[in-house]
């Protein structure tokens, strides 16, 4: 048996998926269940421990800390010990920054492995048992309901209604209702419904799984040691060249081996900059302190850094450019009642104190316009029911009574009956223009006496997460910084072309899906061109931020998911947005604690007077050891 991607059973019939996998709808037996066991391993994520005594000497082992601990052995065997101590004190501290900032960025793998701490009920041997799910495998048969963690990629059997959270994975805040055949992702939580699911993946190879794998390896390269081993590259070239030239002449004048090395000390001390991961850490620390005063709290100090040279900003859709809150836009009417009856009606078949989203974005949208419902008295109601898809109220007006009905457009339109064709034709018609705008559209109806087959259609209703009010001027703004800006989202293709119609980011959007088959040289080429990408998954999201590396860009990225934390932890500028999930706040280098991207802009202006500080140091160091040598005293003292 093999497996297949989650994503791959979408479109396979439940009968087929069964055969693929080997089983059926009475689940396995213990015996099967062991050998899948053996065969796929465990559902659980290994965690690669490391020794942290280990760790954190290696931040001993590298270009920089070998010419430091050149110079400390070169100074102990002169007996110069003050320097010796000076140069162990300052080579610590960075040694200390380095470990801390390498646990924290543990912490987000440990985040998400906390997550599969669960149990659930499964079929084995035709009986349900509740076991640690540790122990399911592909093929199994698990009930979910009310309340539960998703533990394995699964795929819904029967006719089972179900609404699903999926925020802690994709960031947006409206739950989906799925039906039979639909699939649901590990680490999703059921919010309505229960059913018997098949499960199709399980531990690593799990959307959630195949994020932490990506969580793992995600490792940008640090700009700023590179940094700091070219200025030291340079320094080194400009010394050793004057140091060879006066170890001639001192060799000329039979000069002693010790005074020769003392001068190779002098040399090694004035050019290597022992100082400088310690005066890049201060740098860089005050420079933290004055960006959360602007609202950033920043996590990994090289960010910085990185920052200041960043060429490209990928942003995520939900919770960046957009609010992550469901609002109605707009109200569109098919009868004699105008815009705002659609409103009111709809607002009549809503409840005020419940959690449901939508009910919540209509009765919010009816008191800004200011309706007025104190004249209806609504005798009952009926909360939305996924195996319905409506939601109805019984409301009494000038003491006579009628029913009125919001829900899917298709439901609503079927229990209505329509004097002209056209006007259903029309919408339709209204229906597909809305729906390739990213709108989720609702419809309303009413009932006026005790026909129940005369529903009459009031109208449509679009709901949408709307763009930030500042969203366009400062992509605008980030845009006149020299940056490209580039658009993820995982909604198909005419969403994500009005997206950035809206905003001007570009006209260049491609699928991922359409880059598969490329070579990868014509990948990169496309990626690093073209103004956004749609249809995407988290590893094309980290993919994408590889490519832009590998072609030399320092890459920012935005997210506030599960999803987005492989890119955010791959690229050297990673800001989670202020509503980010828990995991993607720890993967991110930056987080944002006001809405918006205003804040994102003057990170980047701050960052870059921050790298000016530096680049003033450097010069200023770079300027001295080259006009003043010690060394020239003791040539003349040669002489």
């Given at each position: 048996?093999?497996?297949?991607?989650?994503?791959?059973?979408?479109?396979?019939?439940?009968d087929?998926?069964?055969?693929?996998?080997?089983?059926?709808?009475?689940?396995?037996?213990?015996?099967e269940?062991?050998?899948?066991?053996?065969?796929?391993?465990?559902?659980?994520?290994?965690?690669?421990?490391?020794?942290?005594v280990?760790?954190?000497?290696?931040?001993?082992?590298?270009?920089?800390?070998?010419?430091?601990?050149?110079?400390?052995?070169?100074?102990?065997?002169?007996?110069?010990?003050?320097e010796?101590?000076?140069?162990?004190?300052?080579l610590?501290?960075?040694a200390?920054?380095?470990?801390i900032?390498?646990?924290?960025?543990?912490k987000?793998l440990?985040?998400?492995?906390?997550?599969?701490?669960?149990?659930?009920?499964?079929?084995?041997?035709?009986?349900?048992?509740?076991?640690?799910?540790?122990?399911?495998?592909?093929?199994?048969?698990?009930?979910?309901?009310?309340?539960?963690?998703?533990?394995?990629?699964?795929?819904?059997?029967?006719d089972?209604?179900?609404?699903?959270?999926?925020?802690?994975?994709?960031?947006?805040?409206?739950?989906?209702?799925?039906?039979?055949?639909?699939?649901?992702?590990?680490?999703?939580?059921?919010?309505?419904?229960?059913?018997?699911?098949?499960?199709?993946?399980?531990?690593?190879?799990?959307y959630?799984?195949?994020?932490?794998?990506?969580?793992?390896?995600?490792?940008?390269?640090?700009?700023?040691?590179q940094?700091?081993?070219?200025?030291?590259?340079?320094?080194?070239?400009?010394?050793?060249?004057?140091?060879?030239?006066?170890?001639?002449?001192?060799?000329?004048?039979n000069?002693?081996?010790?005074?020769?090395?003392?001068?190779?000390?002098?040399?090694l001390?004035?050019?290597?900059?022992?100082?400088?991961?310690?005066v890049?850490?201060?740098?860089?620390?005050?420079?933290?302190i004055?960006?959360?005063?602007?609202?950033?709290?920043?996590?990994?100090?090289?960010?910085?850094?990185?920052?200041?040279?960043?060429?490209?900003?990928?942003?995520?859709?939900?919770?960046?450019?957009?609010?992550?809150?469901?609002?109605?836009?707009?109200?569109?009417?098919f009868?004699?009642?105008?815009?705002?009856?659609?409103?009111?009606?709809?607002?009549?078949?809503?409840?005020?104190?419940?959690?449901?989203l939508?009910d919540?974005?209509?009765?919010?949208?009816?008191?800004?316009?200011?309706?007025?419902?104190?004249?209806?008295?609504?005798?009952?109601?009926t909360?939305?029911?996924?195996?319905?898809?409506?939601t109805?109220?019984?409301?009494?007006?000038?003491?006579?009574?009628?029913?009125?009905?919001?829900?899917?457009?298709?439901?609503?339109?079927?229990?209505?009956?329509?004097?002209?064709?056209?006007?259903?034709?029309?919408?339709n018609?209204?229906?597909?223009?809305?729906?390739?705008?990213?709108?989720?559209?609702?419809?309303?109806?009413?009932?006026?006496?005790?026909?129940?087959d005369?529903?009459?259609?009031?109208?449509?209703l679009?709901?949408?997460?709307?763009?930030?009010?500042?969203?366009?001027?400062?992509?605008?703004?980030?845009?006149?910084?020299?940056?490209?800006?580039?658009?993820?989202?995982g909604?198909?293709?005419?969403?994500?072309?009005?997206i950035?119609?809206?905003i001007?980011?570009?006209?260049?959007?491609?699928?991922?899906?359409?880059?598969?088959?490329?070579?990868?040289?014509?990948?990169?080429?496309?990626?690093?061109?073209?103004?956004?990408?749609?249809?995407?998954?988290?590893?094309?999201?980290?993919?994408?931020?590889?490519?832009?590396?590998?072609?030399?860009?320092?890459?920012?990225?935005?997210?506030?998911?599960?999803?987005?934390?492989?890119?955010?932890?791959?690229?050297?500028?990673?800001?989670?947005?202020?509503?980010?999930?828990?995991?993607?706040?720890?993967?991110?280098?930056?987080?944002?604690?006001?809405?918006?991207?205003?804040?994102?802009?003057?990170?980047?202006?701050?960052?870059?007077?921050?790298?000016?500080?530096?680049?003033?140091?450097?010069?200023?160091?770079?300027?001295?050891?080259?006009?003043?040598?010690?060394?020239?005293?003791?040539?003349?003292?040669?002489?």
């Amino acid at each position: 048996m093999e497996l297949k991607k989650t994503s791959d059973y979408k479109d396979i019939s439940i009968d087929k998926t069964l055969a693929l996998l080997e089983t059926s709808i009475t689940g396995l037996s213990d015996e099967e269940a062991k050998k899948r066991t053996v065969l796929f391993g465990y559902n659980e994520v290994k965690k690669q421990l490391r020794n942290p005594v280990i760790e954190f000497l290696s931040n001993y082992w590298g270009p920089m800390p070998w010419l430091l601990e050149l110079t400390m052995l070169l100074s102990g065997f002169l007996g110069h010990y003050t320097e010796l101590i000076i140069i162990f004190v300052l080579l610590t501290i960075n040694a200390v920054i380095g470990f801390i900032n390498n646990r924290k960025s543990l912490k987000a793998l440990e985040f998400l492995e906390k997550k599969l701490l669960i149990t659930t009920k499964i079929i084995r041997n035709q009986k349900w048992v509740t076991t640690d799910i540790r122990e399911i495998v592909p093929g199994d048969i698990i009930s979910i309901g009310l309340g539960d963690i998703v533990p394995a990629d699964a795929k819904i059997l029967g006719d089972s209604n179900i609404t699903v959270d999926q925020s802690m994975l994709t960031g947006e805040s409206l739950p989906i209702d799925l039906t039979k055949s639909g699939i649901i992702y590990s680490g999703s939580i059921i919010k309505y419904g229960e059913a018997q699911v098949l499960v199709l993946n399980t531990g690593t190879n799990t959307y959630f799984g195949k994020t932490i794998e990506l969580v793992k390896t995600a490792k940008p390269k640090s700009h700023q040691e590179q940094i700091m081993l070219s200025v030291i590259k340079y320094m080194l070239f400009v010394s050793l060249t004057v140091l060879l030239l006066i170890i001639i002449y001192a060799f000329i004048l039979n000069t002693k081996l010790l005074d020769i090395l003392t001068i190779a000390l002098i040399f090694l001390l004035g050019s290597v900059p022992v100082a400088l991961p310690a005066v890049f850490a201060v740098v860089l620390s005050t420079g933290a302190i004055e960006l959360s005063k602007k609202g950033v709290i920043v996590s990994k100090l090289n960010a910085i850094e990185d920052a200041a040279s960043m060429d490209i900003l990928c942003l995520d859709k939900t919770g960046t450019i957009k609010q992550n809150k469901l609002s109605v836009i707009d109200s569109v009417s098919f009868s004699q009642y105008k815009k705002e009856g659609v409103i009111l009606f709809a607002g009549l078949a809503s409840e005020e104190s419940s959690k449901d989203l939508i009910d919540c974005a209509i009765i919010e949208y009816a008191k800004s316009i200011k309706l007025d419902f104190n004249s209806y008295k609504r005798i009952s109601f009926t909360p939305f029911d996924p195996s319905t898809k409506k939601t109805e109220s019984i409301v009494e007006y000038n003491n006579k009574q009628f029913r009125v009905i919001k829900g899917a457009p298709q439901i609503i339109i079927s229990l209505c009956n329509f004097s002209d064709e056209k006007i259903k034709l029309a919408i339709n018609d209204k229906l597909v223009e809305l729906s390739k705008k990213g709108y989720r559209v609702l419809a309303v109806a009413i009932l006026e006496n005790e026909n129940f087959d005369n529903f009459q259609f009031v109208g449509l209703l679009t709901l949408a997460d709307p763009l930030r009010s500042d969203s366009k001027s400062i992509i605008e703004e980030i845009k006149n910084l020299g940056i490209k800006v580039k658009i993820l989202t995982g909604d198909n293709i005419e969403i994500a072309k009005e997206i950035v119609r809206q905003i001007s980011v570009g006209i260049e959007i491609i699928k991922m899906s359409d880059l598969e088959n490329l070579p990868e040289s014509e990948k990169a080429k496309i990626i690093e061109t073209c103004d956004g990408f749609a249809e995407i998954y988290p590893e094309d999201k980290y993919k994408i931020v590889k490519s832009l590396q590998s072609n030399g860009h320092i890459v920012g990225m935005t997210g506030d998911g599960v999803n987005d934390s492989p890119a955010l932890k791959q690229a050297e500028v990673s800001i989670a947005v202020s509503n980010s999930t828990d995991i993607a706040k720890i993967s991110a280098s930056m987080v944002l604690t006001q809405p918006g991207l205003s804040e994102i802009a003057d990170a980047i202006i701050t960052s870059r007077k921050i790298f000016q500080r530096m680049l003033t140091w450097v010069i200023n160091k770079i300027t001295k050891v080259i006009t003043y040598f010690p060394q020239v005293k003791i040539l003349f003292s040669l002489n």
